[in-house]
Each structure stands twice: as C-alpha cells, then as structure tokens.
C-alpha cells in the first residue's frame, strides 16, 4: 500500500513524501530512495521501485527535497523560485530529517533499525555523505552516481559569479531553470570537507553497492570506477550494466520496465537482503 506524507523540516520547508508497504508489518527494513537533480518521487521508475522492493519485505521511503522544484502537481516544475535556491548542504540535512522522522515513529510503529538508502546521480553522491556520517545507516546502494559536486568549468563559474545565476536547461520540459549563486557558494566552500564525495567514501564503514550504466551521457562511467577505487573493497560491489546509460532505459511518464532495469533492481535487493535481513 501506498501512503502520502507531509514533513515540516526544522527550516520550515515542505518535504512531500510517499510510503510503500505490503502491509503493517513494521518488523521490515527500510530504504530510503534518494532522487538526483532535476529528479522528483513521482518520476519515471521511482514509484515501480517502491512497489518493488515492498513486495519483497522492506517499508520503502521516497521523498522530493523541499527545493527540487517540484511542488504540489507533484509531476511538474511550479517551484522554481525554490529550485533556484537549492543547495547540497540543504539536501543532506533534509535528508538526515527523513531518517530521524522514521526513527521517530512518523510514518510508521518502528520496530526495525535497519535502514539502508538507495540514491540516484547527484542523489547517490548526497547519500553517500550522510551514510559516512551517521551511524544507524547499515547499507547504501548508488545508481549512476556523481563522485564529485564541483562539476563545473572554470569559465562557467566566472560567468555564474559575474551574472548571480546560471540557466539550466530542462531537455525533457525545455523549461530553462535558474540556479543562484547558492549552490556555487555551497560547493566552493565546502568542496574539500564536508562535501567531499572522495573522503566519504573513504570513511565509509558499512555495505556499499555501486551500479553504472556504462553509457551513462550524464555521468561518465569512470566516476563509478573512482567510487569504487576509493571504497573498502571487502565491503564493496560494482555493478557494470551494459549499452545503458543515466536511467537504465526508463523515461518519464514511466512506460514500463526492461530487462536491464530489472537486473538492477534484483542485484540491489539481493545486497540489501544481504546486510539487512
């Protein structure tokens, strides 16, 4: 079953949320899907893939961040006064708010302290900031994940400091989108600590699987390998999927799944059944 939440966040932002469960059988694990830039929980396959791992005994989360942009068509890009302002360090701790309500007993009677995440492109890298950083994270699996937040060339940034913003284009909508200095600002400052995919990494003392399509346009298969270059290898799995790129096939409004999407999703469960059941 499905359910649908709201999340008042300590800044006072909205975070909308959605809930997967076969039934009131709190003893299941969680996970956590965490969707990347320009992503939001109703798109594509991320509803497929919480029916999908429900049905296999997890109590599965998706959320939209409080300025992804999205609000509440759920569906389209009405926020993008917010989407402007959004940074990485305001996704970390909406993040962190997220595992806190669900161990708070917000969305469920919690029984189970297992909780594993699943983060997607820029989501993945978000994830895997918070998973060095606290303990009751126990597994975390990235899909075509970035291993850096500074993405960003030299001339680029000058322009986007000169003007105040940078425009994004969305290629699916072909709405153009703002991003502030916010984001920048974030990134320069905070680049080499505490926003350092590399040594997150690095620190990580739990479960890591890394799956890439390995035509992957948006984030080149290398950064997979650099993931998996930095991490525990003991404590480690890599997944190359083959002729597919950023999201396995699957297009937005979701038309179905394919046998590559399937793969991965099964490699995935059987990680998290691995380190969580």
């Not at 000169?162 to 920048?184: A, H, P």
């Amino acid at each position: 079953m499905k359910k649908d939440f709201i999340l008042k966040t300590k800044k006072d932002n909205i975070l909308r949320i959605s809930t997967f469960s076969v039934d009131e059988n709190v003893m299941n694990p969680c996970l956590i899907y965490v969707h990347g830039f320009k992503g939001f929980k109703d798109w594509g396959f991320v509803p497929y893939l919480g029916d999908y791992f429900s049905n296999r005994g997890f109590f599965v989360i998706t959320f939209n961040f409080s300025h992804n942009g999205v609000g509440e068509s759920l569906t389209e890009f009405d926020e993008l006064e917010k989407f402007a302002k959004n940074t990485i360090s305001l996704e970390v701790e909406e993040l962190s708010e997220i595992i806190d309500s669900y161990t708070a007993g917000f969305f469920c009677k919690w029984n189970n302290q297992k909780i594993g995440i699943i983060g997607h492109s820029r989501g993945g890298g978000v994830s895997l900031l918070l998973a060095a950083q606290l303990i009751s994270v126990d597994a975390v699996a990235v899909w075509a994940s970035i291993s850096k937040f500074d993405r960003y060339k030299k001339n680029q940034k000058v322009s986007w400091q000169k003007e105040g913003f940078s425009e994004v284009l969305n290629s699916r909508t072909n709405q153009i989108m703002i991003l502030s200095l916010d984001l920048l600002e974030d990134i320069e400052k905070n680049k080499n600590d505490k926003l350092n995919i590399e040594k997150s990494v690095k620190n990580l003392k739990i479960p890591l699987f890394i799956a890439h399509g390995d035509q992957d346009t948006s984030v080149p298969f290398r950064e997979a390998k650099d993931l998996y270059n930095w991490s525990n290898k003991e404590l480690s799995h890599f997944l190359r999927l083959p002729k597919t790129g950023h999201t396995f096939d699957i297009v937005h409004p979701f038309g179905g799944s394919n046998s590559k999407f399937e793969m991965l999703l099964e490699e995935t469960n059987s990680f998290f059944n691995k380190y969580l059941k």
